[in-house]
């Protein structure tokens, strides 16, 4: 027998459909509103089968355990570590695995910025689940909308939940956009940050981690809208704004940190990119 609810230790909260209407008028609730939260622990026989879909869009965290989902006509397995998001009106069953129940941590959103955040988080037919980064962080947030809205339905209290469901959103949109570890996208990555204060051969990277030039040059573009040169030249410029808000090191000492031999060009390259000298930046009032 499937069970909705009614877990031991769960925690479960359920804004009334008449305050969730009335929030969604609001200016900022219409945006992004909590309409239910929760939390199931081992939740063995968990399941739910929605044919007609939701009225909101669903999203899911396994925090350990297993479950699946039954999307699109596909069935995936969901583990520790992956969310599941169901957009509106997507017909969908899910339920925890029968061997190993999973807990999990839960939400249902509606609002005018749901969709496009959904969509930034790759979420598309077919694809329906994010690889969390960390899991621990994206639990937290549901957990504390759940306490959120248990305490009362204030405007107050819905408006914090909301804020915590914008940035849930956020996160998986980053999760899906940053490269898995270990990938050649990763570890071209993490290569090029602890080599700031050096010049990178684009050829030279690709063999490292074992792709062709052309192919990296792809994966670059697709994750950070531009080329491997000039992702290596923001972390270096971005490396020089810390020095130059943090340190008293000379121009001449922070293009060399950042592997530029010569300062004139250095200012030169940090000038266009910042509209201003290296030496008007550090004037800059700031905080």
């Given at each position: 027998m499937?069970l909705?609810?009614?877990?031991?230790?769960?925690?479960?909260?359920?804004?009334?459909?008449?305050?969730?209407?009335?929030?969604?008028?609001?200016a900022?609730?219409?945006?992004?509103?909590?309409?239910?939260?929760?939390?199931?622990?081992?939740?063995?026989?968990?399941?739910?089968?929605?044919?007609e879909?939701?009225?909101?869009?669903?999203?899911?965290?396994?925090?350990?355990?297993?479950?699946w989902?039954?999307?699109?006509?596909?069935?995936?397995?969901?583990?520790?570590?992956?969310a599941?998001?169901?957009?509106?009106?997507?017909?969908?069953?899910?339920g925890?695995?029968?061997?190993?129940?999973?807990?999990?941590?839960w939400?249902?959103?509606?609002?005018?910025?749901?969709?496009?955040?959904?969509?930034?988080?790759?979420?598309t037919?077919?694809?329906?689940?994010v690889?969390?980064?960390?899991?621990?962080?994206?639990?937290?947030?549901?957990?504390?909308?759940?306490?959120?809205?248990?305490r009362?339905?204030?405007p107050?209290?819905?408006?914090?939940?909301?804020?915590?469901?914008?940035?849930?959103?956020?996160?998986?949109?980053?999760?899906?956009?940053?490269?898995?570890?270990?990938?050649?996208?990763?570890r071209a990555?993490?290569?090029?940050?602890?080599?700031?204060?050096?010049?990178?051969?684009?050829?030279?990277?690709?063999?490292?981690?074992?792709?062709?030039?052309?192919?990296?040059?792809?994966?670059?573009?697709?994750?950070?809208?531009?080329?491997?040169?000039?992702?290596?030249?923001?972390l270096?410029?971005?490396?020089?704004?810390t020095?130059?808000?943090?340190?008293?090191l000379?121009?001449?000492?922070?293009?060399?940190?950042?592997?530029?031999?010569?300062?004139?060009?250095?200012?030169?390259?940090?000038?266009?990119?910042?509209?201003?000298?290296?030496?008007?930046?550090?004037?800059?009032?700031?905080?």
């Amino acid at each position: 027998m499937e069970l909705a609810d009614g877990f031991d230790r769960q925690r479960m909260s359920v804004l009334p459909r008449p305050i969730a209407e009335r929030a969604l008028g609001q200016a900022v609730t219409q945006r992004m509103l909590v309409t239910d939260a929760g939390y199931f622990p081992q939740a063995r026989h968990h399941g739910r089968h929605r044919p007609e879909g939701s009225r909101e869009t669903i999203v899911i965290v396994c925090g350990s355990g297993s479950g699946w989902a039954e999307i699109d006509g596909m069935r995936t397995r969901i583990t520790r570590g992956t969310a599941l998001v169901i957009p509106e009106g997507v017909a969908h069953s899910y339920g925890a695995s029968d061997s190993d129940p999973w807990t999990i941590w839960w939400c249902h959103v509606r609002g005018t910025d749901v969709p496009e955040l959904i969509n930034a988080a790759g979420i598309t037919r077919g694809s329906r689940t994010v690889a969390l980064r960390a899991v621990e962080r994206a639990t937290a947030l549901l957990d504390e909308m759940a306490v959120s809205l248990s305490r009362d339905t204030t405007p107050a209290r819905i408006l914090a939940a909301s804020g915590i469901a914008w940035h849930l959103l956020t996160m998986l949109a980053a999760d899906r956009s940053l490269p898995a570890e270990g990938t050649p996208l990763e570890r071209a990555m993490r290569y090029l940050e602890e080599r700031i204060d050096s010049q990178v051969q684009v050829p030279e990277l690709a063999d490292l981690v074992g792709v062709s030039p052309s192919h990296l040059a792809s994966l670059f573009r697709e994750a950070t809208g531009g080329g491997v040169l000039a992702h290596h030249n923001a972390l270096k410029m971005a490396y020089a704004r810390t020095l130059l808000d943090t340190t008293s090191l000379s121009i001449a000492e922070i293009a060399q940190a950042v592997g530029r031999d010569d300062p004139f060009y250095f200012s030169r390259q940090f000038s266009r990119v910042h509209g201003v000298s290296p030496r008007a930046y550090r004037a800059l009032r700031k905080g």
